[in-house]
């Protein structure tokens, strides 16, 4: 019997836990007509609030009223948030607040706080009515849709966000790679031919030097063998000339 309870009371933790809980908007909430709603909730993560239904209220905490259904088939264990444009309601004034189902099961239904509606120019009136709730005070009221209200709203889910920015970034990141990649090949081949074009440059400075130094002992030793040849006919000429003043002199001598 012991063990049965407590497996009930687990049971029953597990289903009150079991539901989204409205963080926005709030009590210091105050939207002016046409302007945006944000409605706020932490995530089911338990449950199967896969088929979340958002409609905008108004009246006593007993007797609420349905004005209108804003959302219908919002996946609450994925989506945490619905945007839409606040109508133009009768009064002004801090009596409307979000009712969240899942799938229409008013069996298991939570609400935000109320939250004032104003008008364009940002005028407001008092709540006309007040109920004493468990000690305490409740200010209400009963307003009425003077406008449609858009069903075209649009709901986010940060997770997705995210994911879809690590793509683009890494997208971009690949992308930057690869044209580095490319601009540092392109930088590699023009290097690579700058530097044939200079080795053929330096190949043919060093040819043309050679053969101008070819050129230049060819002329030395040409240069060399005339002097010798020229050093040969001056001892021929020198010795022609000793044997005349030899010949000269053995006739003189006669």
Do not use: C, H
Request: charged share 10%; glycine share 8%.
């Amino acid at each position: 019997m012991f063990t049965k309870t407590i497996t009930l009371l687990s049971f029953i933790a597990i289903s009150v836990n079991a539901i989204i809980t409205p963080t926005s908007p709030d009590s210091n909430t105050v939207v002016k007509v046409g302007e945006s709603i944000n409605a706020l909730w932490t995530i089911d993560s338990t449950d199967n609030w896969n088929n979340v239904e958002i409609q905008l209220m108004t009246g006593d905490n007993l007797q609420m009223v349905p004005l209108a259904t804003v959302a219908t088939g919002i996946d609450g264990t994925k989506v945490d948030s619905y945007s839409f444009d606040a109508p133009d309601v009768s009064p002004y004034s801090k009596i409307y607040f979000l009712q969240f189902t899942n799938g229409g099961d008013t069996t298991n239904v939570t609400w935000t706080t109320r939250f004032t509606i104003a008008g364009t120019d940002g005028s407001t009136t008092d709540p006309t009515n007040s109920t004493v709730y468990s000690g305490q005070t409740v200010q209400w009221g009963t307003g009425t849709l003077l406008s449609s209200v858009s069903t075209d709203g649009s709901s986010s889910n940060s997770t997705t966000s995210s994911t879809n920015s690590s793509t683009d970034a890494t997208a971009g990141g690949s992308s930057a790679s690869t044209n580095s990649v490319s601009d540092s090949s392109s930088a590699s081949s023009t290097s690579t031919a700058e530097s044939s074009t200079s080795t053929s440059a330096s190949v043919s400075a060093s040819a043309s030097a050679s053969g101008s130094k070819s050129s230049a002992s060819a002329s030395a030793a040409s240069a060399s063998s005339s002097t010798t040849s020229g050093a040969g006919k001056v001892q021929i000429g020198m010795g022609l000339i000793g044997v005349t003043s030899l010949l000269g002199l053995v006739l003189a001598l006669e």
